[in-house]
């Protein structure tokens, strides 16, 4: 696999990060995960400006226009032979060349980019979007700023690990007793016909595959209502599903073992991972 690191496109056993790295040291940095589908990158333009917000909401410099990042996406699909999967994407404070909280002058050290491919063999069809994905909910302790993409995956990490545990597939995070998201994607819930999911502010990511799935509902007149639902509230919807870049619409069928429904994927999830993929291709 070849592997794009500050301006070389490298194999990936060639590819080196300083161990000084504030992304490493600190978690001091920002990443986007874009899907591709046939070779093509879903999405592009969303995940870039989103990209924008995370760096300035740091302080953190671009470290390359948004031209060379196009032109570098591609140039990854094209070197990998890239047909479905995704683009993994981070940027760091960079190497001061020692460790200190404090951010070091952004005259002398240069963000580090690093982007890598991840191959997916058709993933529009995976088999979990057919029988729907089970969920736990568990507290959420992350800290208070969810709308900047950084890489610290470490509580989502062990969210997935503790559905893992009780045998299910993702967890859901809890606030106050409502839903803010899920581990890695958006919370929704249908309850009489009306899409509801939480509305957009610092407590949860800013979902790119959020924005267009909304868009979609909306122009097939499906009702959709953005405010925070409880995780009782979930436990009595007709149906529930998730949106991310990387799982699209997954359908959900449990919550901390109630069955949803009838058990199987909802008529409206169904749909919108349709339309999503419709649209996006
Ligand atoms: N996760 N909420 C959280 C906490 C996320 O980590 C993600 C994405 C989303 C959905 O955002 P989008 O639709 O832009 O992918 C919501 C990515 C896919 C990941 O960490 O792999």
């Known amino acids: 696999r070849i592997v ?21 040291l600190m978690a001091d940095a920002v990443y986007e995960v874009t899907s591709v589908l046939d070779g093509k990158l879903l999405d592009f333009e969303g995940h870039a400006a989103r990209l924008a917000r995370s760096l300035s909401e740091l302080d953190m410099q671009a470290p390359v226009g948004h031209e060379e990042l196009l032109e570098i996406h591609r140039e990854l699909v094209k070197r ?32 580090t980019l690093v982007l890598f491919t991840q191959s997916k063999p058709g993933m529009a069809d995976a088999p979990m979007s057919k029988t729907g994905a089970k969920i736990i909910s568990i ?29 299910c597939d993702d967890a859901w995070l809890i606030e106050d007793g409502f839903v803010t998201e899920g581990t890695s994607n958006n919370a929704y ?20 595959t959020r924005a267009a799935v909304l868009r979609f509902a909306r122009e097939a007149q499906m009702e959709v209502v953005e405010r925070p ?19 699209f ?24 991972r349709e339309i999503y993929l419709e649209e996006s291709r």
């Open 189 to 208: 819930i249908v309850k009489g016909g009306r899409i509801i999911t939480r509305d957009l502010s610092h407590d949860i990511l800013h979902g790119i």
């Open 80 to 111: 990998n032979d890239l047909v479905d999967g995704m683009i993994y994407l981070q940027v760091t404070r960079g190497n001061p060349g020692d460790r200190d909280f404090v951010f070091p002058d952004p005259e002398t050290t240069r963000p």
């Open 4 to 24: 794009y690191v500050n301006g070389d496109y490298l194999p990936e056993e060639e590819a080196k990060v300083s161990v000084f790295d504030r992304g490493f």
């Open 249 to 272: 619409v997954m359908p959900v069928v449990e919550i901390d073992g109630v069955t949803l429904g009838d058990g199987k994927p909802g008529p409206i999830a169904k749909r919108l």
């Open 229 to 247: 639902f409880t995780i009782a509230e979930a436990k009595e919807a007709d149906e529930a599903f998730t949106t991310s870049a990387s799982a």
């Open 139 to 167: 507290e959420d302790i992350r800290w208070g700023r969810r709308d900047i993409k950084t890489v610290q995956l470490l509580y989502p990490s062990m969210g997935k690990m503790a559905a893992k545990k009780a045998g």
